[in-house]
């Protein structure tokens, strides 16, 4: 009997180290934006993103192997360097450093529909925090071919909002405050294809309508914009 006990554990353990696994995915590429919101020029850049699809590792039990329920992972954005160098009528207004905003983003996915919300914080360029929420539907347009559209809500707090739409007095442009709150929204489109289990392909087009008190700013030539990205995706599944 203990001979039987010892065999089953040392059966177990084996089975034990491989209890832990993490299977992520990174995106990179390139995109085309606004030089700054409310430019009416254009800039491109790099763009990014990533997503956890399965965590086990200690009290963590996430898995969306199939693709469905709680989803999360990493949110960031990188927004250009804003200077009155480069942009003459924002004289008398401070530059705004290139700003990374790192954060997280947490989803949830049906079959043929998926929410999202994602919060930032700017960590250089700016000390604000964003909040993005939205929801796509879904369709499988080909095998391992998938299209995405839908809605995109966009807050952000004082601290953002005094970043990039104030104007102190003195400057070219009138002196103006803003406050925060829901300063955008819009309409995403996505297609996506997985040439296996590691590697995919992905191209978005966007459009962003800015509203409210940001709006409002006299930084802001153009309310209504469009943005274009294409990224390579690279999934990883590591185990131990």
């Given at each position: ?138 369709l499988a347009a080909a095998p391992r071919t998938e299209v995405r559209v839908g809605p995109r809500l966009s807050f952000a707090n004082d601290a953002y909002a005094d970043t990039y739409f104030d104007v102190p ?21 996505s297609v996506r294809h997985d040439f296996n289990e590691s590697w995919a392909v992905q191209g978005t087009v966007g459009w962003t309508h800015l509203t409210g008190s940001m709006a409002d700013s006299p930084v ?21």
């Open positions: 009997m203990r001979t039987a006990a010892l065999t089953a554990l040392a059966l177990a353990l084996p089975l034990a180290a491989q209890a832990e696994q993490l299977t992520f995915e990174i995106g990179a590429g390139v995109g085309a934006a606004p030089a700054y919101e409310g430019s009416d020029d254009y800039k491109a850049g790099p763009s990014l993103s990533g997503s956890v699809s399965r965590l086990d590792f200690l009290f963590f039990n996430i898995d969306r192997g199939d693709g469905l329920g709680l989803g999360f992972g990493p949110s960031f954005r990188l927004l250009s360097e804003r200077t009155e160098d480069d942009y003459s009528r924002l004289a008398g207004i401070d530059d705004v450093d290139t700003a990374l905003e790192l954060g997280l983003k947490l989803s949830y996915r049906w079959q043929q529909a998926e929410i999202f919300g994602a919060l930032r914080k700017g960590v250089t360029g700016h000390d604000g925090l964003v909040l993005d929420l939205g929801g796509d539907a879904i007095t003195g400057a070219a442009l009138a002196a103006y405050d803003a406050d925060a709150g829901l300063y955008a929204y819009g309409l995403e489109m802001v030539q153009e309310r209504d914009s469009g943005r274009v990205s294409v990224q390579v995706i690279r999934t990883f599944d590591w185990r131990w």
